[in-house]
């Protein structure tokens, strides 16, 4: 079961988006996909058309031993997609994880008792590199970072990184980068361009040759709780993510070893 963490303390760079349309794009090739939502603000949820209303377990359920990820998980209208949605309840988590014991593993121990009949775990963390981000970094065994294509992208990119060196010294050893997508990414401004080229200077071939570009579709989408994959599978944006996922894929390690236990 290979857990990926979709992580970047930065708002706004389209790590939902991603999130939602690399789940689709991986359950079409006949993957079992799982995500959990564990953002408070439920973008993702809302993304695939879960009604709030409909929320009847969560991943902060998840996270306090309330229940199990077999009974939280909702389908949804993409075919062997599956998700864990997020509920106000979890705005509330990171204060409220600070008692428990193993505050920082609580998700690595829900994957490691579940019965793994996910082939492919996408987590999508909130915008910060709190205890719940912590938390979907101790359970994964590696990273998706989105990065938008603008001028300060490289500085918070240092920040996540320093994190994830941390959390492999106490925690983690074996998380790995398993890519950087570079987003919303406007051939009609040569800013952009340049942050590209700068990013790849720096990391090399972590970063996906596929570039996200700014597409209104992709805007779109979520307002009608589809993913864009299906809300516009012709639309520049949805290629974009097909080819970003046909890279993931190359990348992922074959494994059939159980979630990270704490």
Known sequence: ?????????????????TAINVGTALAATGSRVLLLDLDPQGNASTGLGIARADRHHSTYDILIGETSLETAAMPTCVPKLEIVPATVDLSG????????????????RALARSDHRWDVVLIDCPPSLGLLT?????????????????????????????????????????????????????????????VSNDVRAVLGRVVFETV???????????????????????CPGSEAYIALARELIARLPKTDQ???AA
């Open 134 to 194: 912590l938390n979907a970094m101790v359970a994964a065994n590696s990273l998706l970072v989105p990065l938008q294509c603008e001028f300060f992208a490289l500085e918070g990119l240092s920040q996540l990184l320093s994190t994830v060196e941390r959390i492999r010294e106490r925690f983690n050893p074996g998380l790995s980068i398993l890519g950087v997508a570079l987003t919303m990414h406007d051939r009609r401004n040569r800013l952009t361009d340049q």
């Open 93 to 108: 988590a990171e204060i409220e994880l600070v008692e428990y014991e193993e505050r920082t593993h609580r998700l690595s």
């Open 1 to 17: 079961m290979n857990v990926i963490a979709v992580a970047n303390q930065k708002g706004g760079v389209g790590k939902t988006t």
């Open 212 to 234: 996200i570009p700014r597409n209104v579709r992709l805007s779109e989408a979520p307002s009608h709780g589809l993913p864009a994959l299906i809300y516009d599978y012709r």
């Open 258 to 260: 159980p979630a990270r």
